[in-house]
């Protein structure tokens, strides 16, 4: 495992492992209510947030409000932003993460419950965050291949067991 995929596995372990998500959030322009795809808030059930925002490869991820403190600087470019909350209930027991097998890149990650009755699929596909609710994990690995052509790397834990990784490529 290099470095930059142990700081990720890290970071998801920090912010997701065995963490209750209630809410999705998505935030809209306040100008014309146009959605910003670029970021994206999972609101835990204690009220708190993990935020995630992409331009580019690798996405930013903070634990702010975009009122409290605008991490991702999107006043920079939006006079205002508005919330809209999507009700999920996700006891978050088992996760993969998808790296390119080419590049430092984070593809996606797939957040599930243990028995995979709730989950969500994440895909960072450079300046846009995609979220697919309640798929499998073949149909996410589906999802995945559809969208990196080289292939990919994934990395999974399931709550209490180390990361284990394998390799998995696309077939094209």
């Known amino acids: 495992m290099n470095n930059y995929i142990l700081s990720f596995t890290k970071k998801f372990d ?6 209750e998500i209630s809410n999705i959030i998505y935030l809209h322009d306040e100008d014309d209510n146009e959605k ?3 970021v994206l808030f999972f609101e835990k059930d204690d009220g708190n947030v993990i935020g995630l925002y992409i331009r580019g490869m690798n996405p930013l991820i903070s634990v702010n409000r975009v009122y409290d403190l605008d991490d991702f600087n999107l006043f920079a470019s939006y006079e205002g932003v508005i919330e809209s909350k999507e009700n999920v209930k996700l006891r978050i027991e088992y996760i993969s993460l998808f790296f390119s097998s080419e590049y430092n890149e984070l593809l996606g990650f ?9 989950s969500l699929l994440v895909l960072l596909l450079q300046d846009e965050i995609n979220v697919k609710k309640n798929c499998s994990k ?12 080289e292939g990919y790397i994934t990395y999974e834990k399931n709550c209490g067991n180390d990361w284990k990784g394998m390799k998995k490529e696309c077939q094209h």
Do not use: G, T
């Open 138 to 149: 073949s149909d996410a690995s589906k999802l995945l291949k559809k969208y990196s052509n």
């Open 36 to 38: 910003l795809d670029h």
């Open 110 to 118: 797939y957040l599930s419950n243990i028995d995979v009755s709730s």
């Open 14 to 19: 920090h912010f997701f492992v065995q963490k």
